[in-house]
T-cell receptor
Framework: GESVGLHLPTLSVQEGDNSIINCAYS??????FIWYKQESGKGPQFIID?????DKRQGQRVTVLLNKTVKHLSLQIAATQPGDSAVYFC????????FGSGTKLNVKP | GAVVSQHPSWVICKSGTSVKIECRSL??????MFWYRQFPKQSLMLMAT?????????EQGVEKDKFLINHASLTLSTLTVTSAHPEDSSFYIC???????????FGQGTRLTVV
């Protein structure tokens, strides 16, 4: 089956610093990747996506990098704010949407 | 973005009863809907994929007779947890996709507690 991890790791950053959240995926045929933000008790919220024909895409304060060679995806958040505190998941599409293990981001004021 | 509505947002039921969760795409037609289960502090685990008008495809280890999925229209999919037990207590989330390779939009989730 697809790799889905357990037990969320935590990343703590100071407000104003940049955050980098990483994700590894297992299916090399995946061609569409999405980063989601999930706040406690809520469903995932779309942040940014990237297709496999790109290696970088930028949004507002966020950048997604895709390295297909090592099957690695990262989300960079610039000038992290307290409101960014949440759990972040990558999702990758290969006929279905599978989720990576997720990272809990704590932003310290 | 598109809106996916999931109902109810929380439910408490007695052990042995069945619970139905609805997932609706409000402003687009969802050819595919996904159902996930999430335990505290864990990632979303894909349970099944449903395509309108056909039988759902279940992931390995998911009991299809326990988690009944119906995708009768392009805007509605339902998940019924049959003969629920306390170990079925979890956060259930649906998502809907308009076509292959499109973004998946998520419902707000349903917190099921079986007592």
């Amino acid at each position: 089956g697809e790799s889905v991890g357990l037990h969320l790791p935590t990343l703590s950053v100071q407000e104003g610093d940049n955050s980098i959240i990483n994700c590894a995926y297992s299916n090399s045929a995946s061609d569409y990747f999405i980063w989601y933000k999930q706040e406690s008790g809520k469903g995932p919220q779309f942040i940014i996506d990237i297709r496999s024909n790109m290696d970088k895409r930028q949004g507002q304060r966020v950048t997604v990098l895709l390295n297909k060679t090592v099957k690695h995806l990262s989300l960079q958040i610039a000038a992290t704010q307290p409101g960014d505190s949440a759990v972040y998941f990558c999702a990758y599409n290969f006929n279905k949407f599978y989720f990576g293990s997720g990272t809990k981001l704590n932003v310290k004021p | 973005g598109a809106v996916v509505s999931q109902h109810p947002s929380w439910v408490i039921c007695k052990s042995g009863t069945s619970v139905k969760i609805e997932c609706r795409s409000l402003d687009f037609q969802a050819t595919t809907m996904f159902w996930y289960r999430q335990f505290p502090k864990q990632s979303l685990m894909l349970m099944a994929t449903s395509n309108e008008g056909s039988k759902a495809t279940y992931e390995q280890g998911v009991e299809k007779d326990k988690f009944l999925i119906n995708h009768a229209s392009l805007t509605l999919s339902t998940l019924t947890v049959t003969s629920a037990h306390p170990e079925d207590s979890s956060f259930y989330i649906c998502s809907a996709q308009q076509g292959s390779g499109a973004e998946a939009f998520f419902g707000q989730g349903t917190r099921l507690t079986v007592v």
